[in-house]
């Protein structure tokens, strides 16, 4: 092992020298109207969507899909946000990051996984050989939902139609689904992500391999599954290679 990746490792909180196998694991609502021609005006709005909102995405190319999440108003959390967070990184990437929805640095920045989450998965990236600008980083939701909530059925819904086209245009060699909530939407399954992590999967409708892992932001909380995390990285690692 290269002294250079056995500092990342380190880095994320691995013992390198462990080699042994370990088992699978387990808006704010807007406040009332003053007046009751503002809330009608409010109605009227939501029931006319922009052209940004209704246009079929299934053909745009980067420029345009862009400038359609940025102007998206499909569901309330447009409402709310500060900015959407459309994605970043390697247009033409062997891997692609999914995770689940912008969090309030994410919000503020217009960029995925930044701050201390978006730190470690730098790292564990790195661990595999792998810069942040190599690979290619999105969400379930383009939008944060209020208070870090749990994306609703129907916010994923209205937001599917844009990673579904990111995933087209980049054509990865394998997807990373980082959390429950990621892994969960792709593969269209109810199990917890312990159980849907150390196998590879498929994205449905398509070829390409699918590997779940725990979000940065549980492994900063739980250090202890950096170790499972790491089986799946190096998963990851060997899809990607024979890809290429």
Known sequence: ???????YLKEMGIDVWQR???AAAELPQ????????????????NSEPSIASTADVS?????????????????????????????IGNQQASLLV??????GDEDRQGEPFV???????????????????EVYIANILKCRPPNNRDPKVDEVSRCGPYLKRQ????QPAAVLAVGRIAAQNLLKSGERIGALRGREHQLPGTKIPLIATYHPAYLLRSPIEKRKAWQDLQQVRALITDKT
């Open 98 to 103: 999914v995770g689940e929805a912008p969090g």
């Open 1 to 7: 092992m290269a002294e250079l990746q056995r500092q």
């Open 20 to 22: 042994r196998e370990l």
């Open 115 to 133: 701050g201390r989450a978006g730190q470690l998965l730098n790292e564990m990236l790195r661990a595999i050989g792998l810069k942040r600008g």
């Open 30 to 45: 807007q406040p009332v109207a003053v007046a009751q021609a503002s809330e009608s005006a409010a109605i009227i709005a």
């Open 59 to 87: 053909t745009m190319e980067w420029g345009t899909l862009q400038r359609a999440v940025s102007a998206c108003e499909r569901c309330s959390l447009h409402s709310t946000r500060t900015q959407a967070v459309f994605g």
């Open 167 to 170: 995933i087209a245009l980049v």
